[in-house]
């Protein structure tokens, strides 16, 4: 067993999540505390402008490595340990571009930056291995998914991850499918900040009091055969456009919602079979709105995180301590099952820390 710290910065750009884990990178997963460090109006700012690759990309990552490396020493701080008791810190850092066809994925970073700075050897760039041996990146969540999917007494199961961009892994008949579904929260992120001025649209009441203009969404569908295509697929957070300009604050929430829980409706036909259970997770599940389209959209119960006693907020952070883990002993880290990969492939780069 291995004592792990996760950190996950997400596309929805809100703060990085740290999650402290035991594990032995297979079956056994003690979960620990978990905080969320919000990002500043500068961080957040300056990761807006790197996205797609502009910006001041070595600046903002070595803020983005500071902040992370803040936010270990309050996790350790909370949980009364020293940096002497993790073994290993999971830096996922942050997406700023993801063009699978193309091979190319970025996330930026210091591993060595935050390896000097707490001390602790850190394991980064979880994706870029994964692409080399063909495949697309991601989701990368989808073991961990399955580790704790394994307690669970309901089969087949899917975990939708509802964070800037949708993902859904699929638990059953002892096979494991993944991908991303279609947008997730990016959209009415931006859309919500533009419009209205608030960073997102708490608890979904802002598209409660609106109308979806559902054939924007058909539009969507129709002119994107990126939907149609099977899995293993991935997306960009801004790879999907909806033409919504011309509509009210409460309009353009309801109908990116609705473009969401559409996507994930669409997504069905690429499982083998129906599960009995949908696992919301991700900032997503917070939106009232987009879970109750879910519900009615959806033929089997649909729940949040926090129902099956997992923790929606620390879940994907708590992914990547669990990736490091496995990581360190050259286990998979990704299957072509997952993510197109031509054979189960482990990765991440290390950085040793320098203990004290």
Not at 174 to 198: Q, Y
Not at 207 to 227: K, Y
Not at 259 to 268: D, G, K, S, W
Request: charged fraction near 20%.
């Amino acid at each position: 067993m291995k004592s792990a710290i996760g950190l996950m910065s997400g596309t929805s750009l809100d703060g990085i999540d740290a999650a402290l884990i035991e594990t032995d990178g297979m079956t056994t997963v003690r979960r620990g505390m978990a905080l969320t460090l919000p990002f500043d109006t500068a961080l957040r700012s300056g990761l807006k402008a790197c996205l797609g690759g502009g910006g001041d990309v070595p600046a903002t990552a070595h803020h983005l490595t500071l902040m992370a490396g803040e936010a270990v020493g309050r996790l350790l701080g909370r949980a009364g340990m020293q940096s002497g008791d993790i073994d290993v810190i999971g830096f996922h850092g942050q997406t700023i571009t993801h063009r699978p066809a193309e091979g190319l994925t970025w996330q930026i970073g210091n591993g060595a930056l935050l390896a000097e700075t707490t001390r602790i050897d850190v394991i980064c760039d979880f994706r870029s291995r994964d692409m080399a041996s063909g495949g697309e990146g991601a989701p990368l969540a989808p073991l961990y998914h399955a580790a704790l999917a394994a307690a669970l007494d309901q089969s087949p199961v899917c975990v939708l991850n509802i964070g800037g961009v949708a993902n859904v892994t699929w638990i059953g008949d002892g096979k494991l499918i993944a991908f991303d579904t279609g947008p997730g929260g990016a959209l009415l992120d931006d859309w919500t900040l533009a419009r209205t001025g608030e960073p997102f649209d708490r608890d979904g009441s802002l598209a409660a009091r609106g109308q979806s203009h559902h054939d924007r969404v058909t539009a969507v569908f129709d002119n994107n055969p990126w939907f149609d295509r099977p899995p293993p697929r991935s997306l960009d957070r801004d790879s999907i456009a909806i033409d919504i300009a011309d509509l009210s604050a409460a309009d353009g929430a309801a109908t990116l919602v609705d473009l969401t829980a559409e996507a994930v409706e669409h997504a069905r036909r690429f499982v083998p079979r129906e599960p009995v259970l949908w696992i919301v997770c991700g900032g997503g599940r917070r939106n009232r709105h987009l879970i109750n389209a879910l519900q009615h959209r959806l033929p089997a119960e649909v729940r949040v995180a926090e129902d099956v006693g997992w923790d929606g907020d620390s879940l994907e952070a708590e992914a990547f301590a669990y990736l490091a883990v496995r990581s360190l002993a050259g286990l998979p880290l990704s299957q072509p099952s997952t993510t197109g990969c031509r054979e189960p492939v482990t990765g991440g780069a290390f950085h040793r820390g320098r203990r004290a």
